[in-house]
């Protein structure tokens, strides 16, 4: 067989070779500026952009596995003094995790309903441990995943758009990504009525509850950002002295009492029963008109997870991080074994009214803005049914399935 003679390529001319760099940037420019997470170091600074405007910022699986390693390169870098993390669109730093997505592979055993949980709680993890610190700017919708990328870190900065919410007992869910760890520790009983009600706590207040650790004006916050990444050699001290001084000078809402003040001694007596029964109980002898809403809310919420959920902040509040995410990976896969997750999130999406939310990619997030009248079968329907067995089988340990941190 004869040796086929290859031709020589022309030689790109000078322009011409410039005009095909140039193409090829523009591309990866495109490439980026679409991506799901955008990834980048400017200064000293690891920058972290959500970058799912349209569907307020929904956390996926694909993005997770991208924001864990990048946060481990980044905790190694002699040259990466902190980590920023915030969202795009102006709307949510991170409405949730992409709970439709899940929900559809826990219909089918697809192994996205373990490996979504388990890699969450990992990157949870990770941020919870971080030793660079790590700055979340937390401007709009910040619930479900959104609060498990923000709350670990050492600050977070809240504005007069942030509206935080804790909502899964409206889907079958529980508070996870360390609910069961930061949300017994608010002041009082204000972690477990946020965890049992869902209630939405909205700007300076998710500084006035603890979640929050600075407020700035949402419109400051592009110079905030740009004074951190000029920051040189920046020590934990000198990035809290820089949000402090932001700080200070927002005074949007300063005079505005606590949204919950007026209710802090109900919701510290009616929320320190030891049973979501005695909960219950308590509010509807109570009767006044705060305790009846509370327990209109209640009522619509999933029995099991009540009861989950409960469990879970009373053994979280003695439990180490680590141990909380052990104990809520255990509680999803439970979950996704079980029934009214998968009802909480049909539920929603029959109710097809989710217009901030076009294409119902997160379910949750509709659930809490913006259903009024969804109508889950829970099963079991009714708190009694929930038994403590079924609630121990919940809890017990996955032997090699366990998560590992």
Request: with cysteine.
């Amino acid at each position: 067989m004869a040796a086929r003679v290859l031709r020589p390529l022309p030689r790109l001319k000078p322009f011409n070779r410039l005009q095909v760099i140039l193409r090829h940037l523009k591309m990866s420019k495109q490439t980026d500026s679409t991506a799901e997470v955008l990834l980048e170091k400017r200064g000293g600074a690891g920058i972290i952009t959500l970058n799912r405007p349209k569907v307020l910022n929904a956390l996926t699986f694909s993005m997770i596995q991208q924001i864990y390693p990048q946060i481990k390169t980044w905790e190694q870098d002699p040259e990466t003094f902190l980590i920023i993390i915030k969202g795009t669109g102006g709307k949510a730093f991170c409405a949730g995790g992409d709970i439709r997505a899940i929900a559809d592979a826990g219909k089918v055993g697809d192994r996205l309903a373990h490996d979504f949980f388990r890699e969450e709680y990992i990157l949870n993890n990770a941020i919870g441990t971080c030793k660079k610190p790590y700055v979340a700017l937390i401007d709009g919708i910040t619930m479900g995943g959104g609060v498990g990328l923000s709350v670990h870190g050492h600050f977070r900065v809240a504005t007069e758009k942030t509206l935080f919410a804790m909502p899964e007992t409206a889907i079958g869910l529980f508070p996870d990504v360390g609910g069961g760890y930061f949300l017994p520790r608010l002041s009082g009983k204000i972690g477990y009525y946020l965890a049992l009600t869902g209630f939405r706590l909205k700007g300076r207040d998710v500084l006035k509850a603890g979640i929050a650790t600075h407020f700035v004006e949402s419109e400051k916050l592009p110079a905030l950002e740009k004074d951190l990444i000029a920051l040189k050699s920046p020590s934990t001290e000198n990035i809290a002295d820089l949000l402090n001084s932001y700080h200070v000078k927002s005074k949007v809402d300063q005079e505005k009492e606590f949204v919950l003040d007026e209710h802090m001694e109900k919701i510290n007596s009616l929320f320190s029963a030891n049973s979501m029964e005695e909960i219950v109980k308590k509010l509807k002898q109570d009767g006044s008109p705060f305790a009846l809403k509370q327990l209109e809310t209640i009522n619509k919420m999933s029995p099991t997870s009540l009861k989950m959920t409960l469990r879970q902040l009373r053994e979280g509040a003695s439990m180490s991080l680590q141990d909380v995410f052990t104990m809520e990976y255990r509680l999803s896969q439970a979950c996704m074994r079980g029934h009214d997750f998968y009802e909480g999130v049909r539920a929603v999406l029959a109710a097809g009214r989710c217009e901030p939310y076009p294409g119902h990619t997160n379910p949750l997030q509709s659930a809490v803005l913006i259903d009024k009248d969804q109508s889950p079968r829970w099963k079991p329907a009714a708190l009694e049914e929930v038994s403590d067995e079924f609630l121990d089988d919940c809890f017990k340990p996955l032997g090699n399935n366990d998560l590992k941190l």
